[in-house]
C-alpha cells in the first residue's frame, strides 16, 4: 500500500565527469509501498542516480534524505552505518 509518509529523498543532486553534466540537481521522493520506474534515454543519467544513493558513486552536490533526516551518504560503508544505526534502534 502507497503511503504519504516519504522515506528517501534527494534533493539537488548534481554530478560531473568531467565537463559532461550527468546529473542536474535531480529532487526525487520515494513513498513507502511505492514502486518507481526511473524512465530515460541511454546517457540520461539513469545509472548514476541509482550509484549514488548507495553511495557507490560520488555526487558533486545535493543532499539525501532518509525517513526525513539528511544523512551523509558519500561511499557504501555510509549506508552500512546507517543500516546498523537502524537496526540497533529496533533492536533496544
Ligand atoms: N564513469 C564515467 N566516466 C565518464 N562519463 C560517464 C561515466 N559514467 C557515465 N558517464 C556519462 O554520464 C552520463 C550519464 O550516464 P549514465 O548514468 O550511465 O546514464 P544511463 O544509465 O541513463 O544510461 C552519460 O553522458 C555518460 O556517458
Ligand atoms: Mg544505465
Not at 568531467?18 to 526511473?38: M, T, W, Y
Not at 560520488?58 to 560503508?77: A, C, Q, R
Amino acid at each position: 500500500m502507497i503511503t504519504d509518509e516519504i522515506i528517501l529523498g534527494t534533493k539537488g543532486i548534481t554530478k560531473y565527469y568531467g565537463g559532461i553534466c550527468a546529473l542536474d540537481n535531480v529532487d526525487l521522493e520515494f513513498r513507502k509501498g511505492e514502486v518507481l520506474g526511473l524512465v530515460g534515454d541511454t546517457g540520461a543519467g539513469k545509472s548514476t542516480l541509482i550509484k549514488i544513493i548507495p553511495g557507490s558513486i560520488n555526487k558533486d552536490s545535493g543532499e539525501i534524505f532518509l525517513e526525513g533526516k539528511k544523512v551523509e551518504i558519500d561511499t557504501p560503508k555510509d549506508v552500512k552505518n546507517l543500516v546498523w544505526k537502524q537496526y540497533i534502534k529496533i533492536w533496544h
